[in-house]
């Protein structure tokens, strides 16, 4: 059950990145709970006039610009009480193809917003952030790692500003990621390729992610703590066969080997992370400047948490839309 905070009611909302997943997610909770406003900024203006017909009656203001333009970010928050920053490059390939677009964008860029946000005087600022930041070995990663450190940095500077960061693992259903490539692929008779059958992977759903954010609005109280959703995982290769099962098909499947900038497990908490982090059910809360520990537990990874397999796998996975439209 997702728990909205209490002092939500009659706050103005923006969320960058807000014509993907997260935004359509986030769009279809807030327009039904009591907040005044809610702002999605993005550069997509189709999916912006989407959006828009999906949600005619909805108190949303589609706000177009680009978080890495100072006076866009201005613009954007401007009025606003609590900011949720989910826009980000996220594709693996592309940040390791071009790791200093990667900076720019998942890491300078945040901090153009942060720096606007706290001049601003917003009360409130969420940075998404990802199990990849963990340890990095890839440009993805080490830019989401650096912007953990911002949000840190910046916490520490800004009493009247609460800045704070979410860490998920794969966010089930969003576009580029592996469950609508198999769905479409399965759907139009092809083979399937799997990089490893025995990579893992947290794996959470549009909704987990969002009961996160709500969590990390309602639990920041310092500012800089970091919230880690522990939300189970899985091996790619029970992902490609749940999907599978779900759609009654038996597709060939090829193992391909990792690309680069991957790993064979993600860690959502490193081993002196978890040691000192709340935990909090499925989630879990870093608090900035915690005291090191002298016995360190093992490190939180896809590989050790809570395995999704059988008929529990094929449950999360059929509750996501992509499924849902091809086993009604």
């Not at 986030?26 to 949600?55: G, H, I, T, W, Y």
């Not at 947290?202 to 969590?215: C, K, N």
């Not at 759609?247 to 990792?258: D, H, L, Q, S, Y």
């Not at 002196?272 to 093992?298: H, K, T």
């Amino acid at each position: 059950m997702i728990q909205v905070p209490s002092d939500l009611h009659g706050k103005h909302l923006l969320i960058t990145g807000g014509t993907g997943l997260y935004g359509l997610t986030a769009l279809k909770c807030f327009s039904e709970l009591p907040v005044a406003s809610l702002r999605l900024m993005s550069r997509n203006a189709d999916r912006q006039e989407s959006l828009r017909a999906q949600f005619p009656n909805a108190a949303v203001k589609f706000v177009s610009g680009d978080i890495q333009n100072p006076e866009d970010c201005r613009a954007a928050v401007d009025g606003v009480d609590w900011v949720i920053h989910a826009a980000a490059e996220k594709s693996v390939p592309v940040c390791e193809a071009n790791p200093a677009e990667a900076v720019r964008v998942n890491a300078l860029a945040a901090d153009v917003l942060m720096e606007q946000a706290q001049l601003a005087g917003v009360e409130r600022m969420i940075s998404v952030s990802s199990d990849k930041a963990v340890q990095p070995s890839g440009s993805m990663g080490i830019t989401k790692a650096l912007m953990e450190k911002l949000v840190r940095a910046r916490a520490a500077q800004s009493p009247s500003t609460k800045f704070s960061a979410i860490r998920f693992g794969n966010m089930l259903d969003s576009p580029g990621s592996v469950v609508p490539l198999f769905v479409r692929l399965i759907s139009e008779g092809k083979g399937l390729n799997v990089t490893d059958p025995e990579m893992t992977r947290f794996l959470s759903t549009p909704d987990e992610v969002l009961a996160l954010t709500l969590v990390a609005l309602s639990r920041t109280e310092l500012g800089g703590e970091i919230f880690a959703a522990n939300t189970g995982g899985a091996t790619i290769l029970d992902l490609a066969n749940g999907i599978a099962d779900l759609m009654k098909a038996n597709p060939e499947i090829t193992i391909v080997g990792a690309r680069p900038g991957e790993r064979k497990h993600e860690t959502m908490l490193a081993s002196e992370e978890r040691a000192v982090a709340d935990d909090l059910g499925p989630i879990f809360r870093l608090l900035p400047n915690a005291a090191p520990a002298s016995n360190l537990p093992d490190p939180l990874t896809s590989a050790n948490c809570h395995r999704l397999e059988g008929e529990e796998l094929r449950s999360k996975l059929a509750s996501l839309d992509s499924l849902m439209r091809v086993t009604a």
